[in-house]
């Protein structure tokens, strides 16, 4: 069989107009419809060409078997203008040598003094709700951007990142940037006039000069900071750098997405955590009772995390639904064979983890909330890539068993004292940005957990 007759099937011409309209408007919609095709389709808008894989062999195929095929694709690409080449979006070399330079503050030898953080903070959070507690709705989105930018901030950076309040708001008109320059596929200069790009040239000088402040508190005392954290690699690395303009801008770009991707995603599965446990109050208790059964009144440690396996599943099924990486885009460096379809050289390929986790042959109900999916006890028969919030391959996400750390027990401690409501007629709908987040913010209304 010829390569020309293993080209992915894909929506009729007459289609594409409606379908260009979805990527502005509806990109879930989009990609939802382009899954009930097939698991492999091919759509095409404007100058583009797009491969939508949607079975686990193909994105194990795409993320880690032939990832060296691969470079970061649609979406991405064009975000590089608005996040410059920070581990996010850099490829070959660069990307390494920023791998390696943050991977030890992720190791699991830091996790039980990073568990200790993440459970101070989330005392602070527990306390700023409670001060709202039966009076007027809490915007919930912030309150988490300001939980994870806070322990990302002592566990990563030894820094307190709530001293600089701008931090959360410059990151969603970065956000917005980087969305705006995937669906006009970078085609609109930056010197435009329009109101967002204005807007996001305040947040980027904004995010700068916050990156500045930090680096420079941490070159004039060096000795008051731990050399093992990620902003101390960071600076190290960059040092070597033969032109320090070069070394300079590359720390810029380190640090921003470190920030953005740091606190973004661990904020959004908290969202949608809490947004599904209102919506079903039998899983509420149980995580409650689990809490209060394996902590009593007491902080919770590390060592804890074995004693509340249903609220571990209940945040894995949260990702399932909501994962918070939404999109895995690549783009073929040279032709490859993915299950029998020839993909040429330079095509955009899309992993999507929204509808990969609702993939009928692999998830029963998929569109049902059902934690005890995850039960270890259950045997799973799905495949490993039929799963992947955290993405896979070489690029699996480096902050997966911090932000993990970080999910459970935040949920157990706030279940444990509180009951967050969604504000009644206000409709939770989810925004596919860089991460999956909920559209104008969750607002929720604050009462004392029952007895």
Not at 53 to 74: C, E, M, R, T, W
């Amino acid at each position: 069989m010829s390569w020309a007759a293993r080209t992915p099937p894909g929506p009729l011409r007459r289609e594409l107009p409606r379908l260009f309209r979805k990527l502005v408007t509806d990109r879930l919609g989009l990609l939802t419809e382009a899954a009930a095709l097939g698991d492999a389709v091919r759509v095409t808008l404007g100058p583009r060409t797009l491969y939508v894989f949607n079975h686990p062999d193909y994105a194990k195929h795409v993320l880690a078997d032939n990832s060296a095929a691969y470079h970061k694709g649609i979406g991405l690409t064009e975000a590089r203008r608005a996040l410059g080449d920070g581990l996010l979006t850099s490829e070959g070399e660069l990307w390494r040598t920023q791998r390696r330079a943050a991977q030890p503050a992720f190791q699991h030898q830091h996790l039980a003094a990073q568990a200790d953080v993440i459970v101070e903070e989330t005392a602070k959070l527990i306390a700023r709700l409670r001060a709202q507690e039966s009076g007027a709705p809490v915007d919930f989105t912030q309150e988490l951007t300001e939980l994870t930018l806070g322990v990302l901030g002592r566990t990563l950076l030894h820094t307190d990142l709530t001293a600089y309040g701008t931090v959360g708001h410059a990151f969603e008109a970065v956000q917005d940037q980087a969305m705006f320059e995937m669906v006009t596929q970078g085609m609109v200069p930056l010197w435009a006039p329009l109101p967002q790009q204005r807007r996001f040239h305040q947040a980027r000088a904004e995010l700068r000069r916050v990156v500045d402040q930090l680096v420079a508190e941490r070159t004039d005392r060096p000795a008051e900071s731990p050399a093992d954290d990620v902003l101390s690699r960071l600076i190290d690395s960059t040092r070597r750098e033969p032109d320090p303009e070069v070394g300079r801008r590359r720390l810029h770009d380190d640090l921003v997405t470190l920030l953005l991707a740091g606190h973004e995603t661990t904020a959004s599965t908290l969202g949608w955590t809490f947004h599904l446990l209102d919506r079903h109050p039998e899983a509420a208790a149980r995580v409650r009772e689990e809490a209060r059964g394996a902590l009593g009144d007491r902080a919770p440690v590390l060592g804890d995390l074995h004693a509340l396996p249903y609220t571990g599943m209940v945040v894995q099924e949260a990702m399932r639904l909501y994962p918070p990486v939404w999109i895995l885009p690549r783009r073929a460096q040279r032709a490859d064979d993915v299950g029998g379809y020839h993909v040429p050289v330079g095509t955009d390929v899309l992993i999507c983890p929204y509808t990969l986790h609702r993939h009928p042959e692999f998830w029963a109900e998929p569109e049902r909330f059902d934690p005890e999916r995850f039960d270890p006890a259950r045997p799973a028969d799905r495949p490993r890539y039929a799963y992947i919030p955290f993405g896979g391959g070489p690029r699996f996400c480096i902050g997966s068993n911090l932000g993990m750390t970080e999910a459970v027990l935040v949920t157990a401690m706030i279940a444990r004292e509180l009951t967050l409501r969604t504000v009644p007629g206000r409709e939770v709908v989810p925004e596919p940005m860089l991460s999956l987040r909920v559209r104008d913010g969750l607002r929720v209304e604050v009462r004392a957990a029952a007895q």
